[in-house]
């Protein structure tokens, strides 16, 4: 058999070069093997033939057999376009193409019987279908009168004549070539066990399903194997790290530890964070390298659990360091734990890009030494002048921010790996957890600390700004503080910078009595500093800002977030944002602006950030409205290749049974030795695009 994994798709019949460079450009599609793994998205039955008097314009799509009667043309310019009046002896509807015009005539004969198959709509008191699909109709048998596939295809492609109807009967073309059963990619044990059909057959039912049923099994095989491979990936690098690497056993809780929970602690622990540091405490403790993801909303109490575990290495005579994506977010880290630590003897350092000359150099001889207990910063601290005496705990705030191999480098600030927490404001539903930190321990804050009041959240109109000026007009003589935040798109950029700018003008002109400070991405960073510095220390009472604000920094005193256009966000976004109010203990609000005409989903968005503060309900809602695809912090993840029919929202029951499945592989065949399994470490092997260790590099 030709070997369809690499040979070039120009050479399938009906591609040839120049349709070959478009599939390249834009579906990546290279080879045969790279067409046939490119998945319809939707099937319509068109297993039964209509007679025109018995359809209306209200049907969804239908099939006619007939004939073209006549073409005439109308319009001028843009506006033209082609009519064929087609009949099947019962009634008469009008067939119309908009473009590619002088193609259609030249395909398609009068007094010749088609199978044409379309949506019909009225257009005054006759029934259209626009640019159906036509096929002659002694092609057209039983046989292939069942589910039609749909593709996605781009403009660019259907320009090229290569629309959904196209690419189908490429990949016809295609399984007509498949002569022999294709090489299975999973082992025999795991197909048998699982009742799933072969690679052959489910490639062929996901494209030309003769069944429903057929389907339906086509698209289990192949969400199974895919789910499984991704599985399979985490776990067993999951597996490896625990054997190469030994963690630092702290076992000792002493006088750092105990010293602050009776003399410092600022507050009553909450049961979700008692929980939380006993986890961590068994993980110190067990002599596993700790790799744990700590979940918790804005304000859940993560960094008061992160140095309650730091003073755990300090105990047992390691330093510990804490790393946060920008110098802001460090400073206030800085300041808030120096503060928790008051009368304690823990030397706490800063290192961030702009500490220089004599400062930086008696910092990193502290850090050497073993003076400096607790060393916080930005990503300045993987730096290879930065040398820990002892490094044992290690810190991560807002993990998705930072790249992997820069993660991968505080690994190497010691001889073994130090104890690795890494922290997330951003809620992570547990189907997506165990995708993309399948290979982490998870350990979740649900409760907020005690005073903590939750934010009201409340849905304007634009057009009610009068009465929306006026609260916030009261706010601020109350000494509180705002926000003013405006989306910011890649595609619409210098618009939503207009926005911005307009909006930013009104409200200084609105408000001439108050300081306003203004932050967006186009700025320098130290400009961004600048103005966030004077919002942070009260000198601006309004902060107009783009969603740079939305990861950690905390304003007490600001109790308003009004978000404007506030239907272009995303949930999960809005949730983030809305968490830059409500930390301190006044009552906060979080105001979503939009315009009259929201679509349905966003109306959904709208009403579960009007219902609850739940960031776990809100991801969930937000990744099966959105999918995970859209999810920020994705782009890093462990999933070393891409989904293509598998979705984790919907799939979820699968995607728990394929990662038993693959556990129990690797528990039986932990050495990759096991004959009957080279198919699935070989198959594995394959599909890793990169040979990095991402379970190693949290």
């Known amino acids: 058999m030709f070997d369809f994994e690499k040979r070039d798709i120009k050479y399938l019949t009906g591609v040839g070069p120049q349709r070959a460079a478009t599939l390249n450009k834009e579906l990546a599609i290279f080879t045969l093997k790279d067409l046939l793994y490119y998945f319809p998205y939707k099937y319509i039955d068109r297993s039964r033939l209509y007679y025109i008097h018995e359809i209306d314009g209200n049907m969804p799509y239908i099939q006619l057999r007939g004939q073209i009667l006549s073409f005439e043309e109308n319009g001028e310019g843009y506006r033209r376009r082609l009519i064929a009046h087609f009949s099947d002896g019962t009634g008469v509807v009008d067939l119309i193409w908009f473009q590619g015009q002088k193609f259609i005539l030249n395909k398609y004969k009068v007094r010749t019987n088609y199978i044409i198959f379309g949506k019909p709509t009225y257009f005054g008191s006759r029934i259209n279908i626009a640019h159906p699909d036509i096929d002659p109709a002694e092609e057209f048998t039983s046989a292939n009168m069942g589910l039609q596939p749909y593709y996605n295809t781009t403009d660019k492609m259907k320009r090229s004549g290569l629309n959904s109807h196209a690419i189908e009967k490429l990949i016809s073309n295609l399984l007509g070539q498949i002569k022999q059963p294709l090489p299975e990619t999973l082992p025999t044990h795991i197909i048998e066990q699982n009742h799933l059909v072969s690679l052959t057959e489910a490639l062929q039912n996901i494209h030309l399903p003769k069944t429903p049923e057929a389907l339906r099994k086509a698209q289990y095989r192949l969400k199974f194997e895919e789910l499984f491979y991704v599985q399979l990936n985490i776990l067993r690098y999951m597996k490896e790290r625990q054997q190469r690497y030994c963690g630092f056993r702290f076992n000792r809780v002493g006088d750092f530890f105990n010293t602050f929970y009776k003399k410092n602690l600022p507050f009553e622990l909450t049961g979700a964070q008692k929980r939380v540091i006993k986890e961590i405490r068994q993980d110190m ?411 190693s590099i949290s």
């Open 285 to 695: 403790g067990s002599g596993r390298q700790m790799n744990r993801l700590l979940q918790g909303d804005v304000g859940s109490g993560k960094t008061l659990v992160a140095l309650m575990s730091m003073l755990l290495a300090l105990d047992n005579g390691y330093q510990a360091c804490m790393m946060a994506p920008t110098e802001i977010l460090a400073n206030q880290h800085y300041e808030s734990i120096s503060r928790m630590l008051s009368g304690l003897y823990i030397r706490v350092e800063l290192l961030t890009g702009s500490i220089k000359g004599k400062r930086r150099n008696e910092i990193l001889s502290g850090v050497l030494t073993g003076e400096i207990h607790i060393l916080i910063g930005t990503h300045a601290l993987l730096e290879d002048t930065v040398v820990f005496s002892k490094l044992g705990f290690a810190v991560i705030d807002e993990q998705h921010r930072f790249g992997v191999a820069q993660r991968a480098k505080l690994w190497k600030k010691n001889v073994s790996p130090p104890h690795v927490l890494v922290m997330t404001a951003t809620p992570i539903p547990r189907t997506l957890a165990m995708t993309l930190y399948g290979d982490l321990d998870v350990s979740i804050i649900d409760e907020l600390p005690p005073g903590r009041k939750p934010i009201r959240t409340i849905h304007q109109y634009d057009n009610n700004r009068k009465s929306l000026y006026l609260d916030i007009n009261k706010q601020i003589q109350a000494g509180r503080q705002v926000y003013f935040v405006y989306p910011l798109i890649k595609e619409s950029e210098k618009m939503d910078l207009k926005n911005l700018e307009d909006g930013y003008q009104t409200i200084c002109n609105h408000f001439p009595q108050y300081q306003v400070s203004k932050i967006h991405g186009q700025m320098k960073p130290a400009e961004k500093d600048c103005e966030m510095l004077r919002f942070v220390n009260g000198e601006t009472q309004i902060l107009v800002a783009t969603t740079v604000i939305e990861v950690g920094v905390n304003v007490p005193n600001a109790s308003v977030m009004v978000i404007e256009n506030a239907e272009r966000f995303g949930l999960s976004q809005l949730h983030q944002l809305r968490g830059r109010v409500g930390r301190g203990a006044e009552q906060s609000y979080c105001i979503l602006v939009t315009g009259f005409k929201l679509s349905e989903e966003t109306q959904k968005r709208i009403e579960i950030m009007v219902q609850t503060n739940d960031g776990f309900e809100i991801a969930e809602a937000d990744l099966k409205l959105r999918g995970p695809g859209d999810l920020e912090g994705t782009q890093q993840s462990g999933v070393a290749f891409d989904l293509k029919i598998a979705n984790i929202t919907r799939d979820s029951q699968i995607l728990q049974h394929v990662r038993e499945i693959a556990r129990q592989e690797i528990e039986n065949d932990p050495n990759l030795e096991n004959p009957q399994n080279a198919i699935m470490w070989e198959q594995l092997r394959i599909l890793r695009k990169h040979n990095v260790n991402w379970s």
